[in-house]
């Protein structure tokens, strides 16, 4: 098809699918296709622009906690929930020296869009669907700015009042650049457990002129001195990345320059339940103010730590009023309008895997995840976490084997990209782009499957 011909929703949808690469961007994933961007409406459009400012805040502050707990200057009980499971040697390497400062350079925050606003279930360090997103932004840019070209005025005037991707056609492109600085390679490292995702990184690295970024196997483990690398996998995942702990030891060295970190630490959904604490309240008010502490906590949703520790008698745990976890196994039905999951440095940290809708199960499932949770703290502590139920919202998709297009209800997730450029306290989290992952309204857990709508964001 001829990019101009792209007036009708039909003929964008049928462009936004022949436009895919060979290889596609994911390996065996497909998904439903809307002929335009996701419209977050320029309020929320406003403020997720200005929400990487408060991440990379949040990310500062948590570095610090982890910092002066390791130091004494902070409760010991902080480092030791964020170390636990982990291996000596991982521990050790996280507070190097040269590591101990380093944060996350690219920040992905899940968001769930709710009736009373959204909520941020998670953060990613080491997030997939970055090749997707910038292909998305790209495609659909190229297809939206054909269509203001054709010579229908009705058709015109439909393109220009469909808004552009956030980010425009390169945004999430120059922000993965920015990472790397003034490198002269680049290797993106992807392991086998993150396989899924090379086709989008390998379409990513094809987009940056020369040879500059090139996707290397698991095995790899030689770069050149003054060359970067982009950790594609996480550190669960370790023993089965040959060239890991070389690549740490050469980062260590500042040989090269290596992103994400190797700091468990960000790939621990228990810093949430840290920010909820009492016991740290003057902690992030000193460290985020009361601005960005506001933002963050009418955006998180409470978030506890399953520690099977015994409480005192007269002790109860906050806002649950329970005086020991396996009390959570009485709860009603209605009264388990929660998550469990895992909080990370593990198999089931990722893709939906080791996550528990309380409100979904019966009561012996519930019970199961719950003594689950409770029996394996000590080697993957576990969070539990307030669900807020996200809003309906109508999408369109096109039907190809019916040819037309299908009104859609359903639930949004939002992933907001924000890549960090500069250095210290110059760092800033600029939005590179949005991708919606909307799905039918009787999933209730949202994440990427076939029967789901991906779709850049505009404003």
């Given at each position: 098809m001829n990019l101009t011909d792209t007036s009708s929703p039909a003929d964008r949808a049928r462009h936004l699918r022949d436009a895919l690469p060979p290889g596609?961007?994911?390996?065996?994933?497909?998904?439903?296709?809307?002929?335009?961007?996701?419209?977050?409406?320029?309020?929320?459009?406003?403020?997720?622009?200005?929400?990487?400012?408060?991440?990379?805040?949040?990310?500062?502050?948590?570095?610090?906690?982890?910092?002066?707990?390791?130091?004494?200057?902070?409760?010991?009980?902080?480092?030791?929930?964020?170390?636990?499971g982990k291996p000596a040697w991982l521990v050790e390497l996280q507070r190097h020296p040269a590591l101990k400062n380093e944060l996350p350079r690219v920040i992905r925050p899940d968001i769930l869009l709710t009736e009373g606003g959204f909520s941020i279930t998670e953060l990613d360090s080491v997030p997939g669907g970055i090749g997707l997103t910038a292909w998305l932004n790209q495609t659909y840019d190229s297809v939206?700015?054909?269509?203001?070209?054709?010579?229908?005025p009705d058709a015109q005037h439909a393109a220009r009042n469909t808004q552009h991707a956030i980010g425009g056609a390169d945004g999430m492109l120059k922000g993965f650049a920015s990472l790397f600085g003034d490198a002269q390679q680049v290797h993106i490292v992807v392991s086998e457990e993150s396989g899924s995702y090379?086709?989008?990184?390998?379409?990513l690295a094809g987009q940056v002129s020369g040879s500059r970024f090139q996707v290397q196997s698991s095995e790899f483990s030689h770069p050149a001195p003054g060359d970067a690398v982009y950790r594609?996998?996480?550190?669960?995942?370790?023993?089965?990345?040959?060239?890991?702990?070389?690549?740490?030891?050469?980062?260590?060295?500042?040989?090269?320059?290596?992103?994400?970190?190797?700091?468990?630490?960000?790939?621990?959904?228990?810093?949430?339940?840290?920010?909820?604490?009492?016991?740290l309240r003057g902690f992030w008010r000193q460290e985020l103010g009361e601005g960005f502490l506001h933002r963050l906590q009418k955006a998180v949703p409470?978030?506890?730590?399953?520690?099977?520790?015994?409480?005192?008698?007269?002790?109860?745990?906050?806002?649950?009023?329970?005086?020991?976890?396996?009390?959570?196994m009485a709860l009603s039905q209605r009264e388990r309008e929660l998550i469990l999951k895992v909080s990370g440095y593990s198999e089931e940290a990722w893709g939906a895997r080791g996550v528990y809708y309380g409100s979904d199960l019966s009561t012996a499932e519930w019970s199961v995840a719950v003594e689950k949770a409770l029996r394996e703290f000590e080697r993957t502590?576990?969070?539990?976490?307030?669900?807020?139920?996200?809003?309906?919202?109508?999408?369109?998709?096109?039907?190809?084997?019916?040819?037309?297009?299908?009104?859609?209800?359903?639930?949004?997730?939002?992933?907001?990209?924000?890549f960090v450029g500069g250095e210290g306290d110059a760092a800033r989290a600029n939005l590179g782009g949005v991708l919606a992952t909307i799905c039918p309204a009787d999933k209730k857990i949202i994440h990427g499957m076939k029967d789901a709508i991906l779709a850049p964001c505009a404003a």
């Open positions: 596609g961007l994911f390996a065996d994933q497909h998904w439903r296709i809307s002929p335009a961007p996701f419209a977050l409406g320029p309020e929320l459009a406003k403020e997720l622009d200005s929400l990487g400012r408060v991440l990379l805040q949040f990310y500062r502050a948590v570095n610090l906690l982890y910092r002066r707990s390791v130091e004494g200057r902070q409760p010991e009980w902080i480092a030791r929930w964020l170390d636990q939206l700015r054909a269509a203001c070209s054709v010579s229908s090379r086709p989008e990184m390998e379409w594609f996998f996480e550190l669960f995942d370790v023993a089965n990345v040959p060239g890991a702990r070389r690549l740490f030891e050469l980062a260590m060295e500042q040989q090269i320059r290596l992103t994400p970190p190797p700091r468990p630490v960000f790939e621990e959904k228990l810093i949430f339940a840290l920010l909820w604490n009492r016991n409470y978030t506890w730590v399953v520690d099977p520790t015994p409480l005192p008698p007269h002790a109860a745990i906050p806002e649950l009023n329970l005086t020991d976890w396996r009390q959570l502590p576990y969070v539990l976490q307030r669900y807020h139920k996200p809003r309906l919202v109508e999408s369109h998709w096109f039907d190809f084997e019916r040819n037309q297009l299908v009104l859609m209800l359903g639930r949004v997730r939002l992933c907001p990209y924000y």
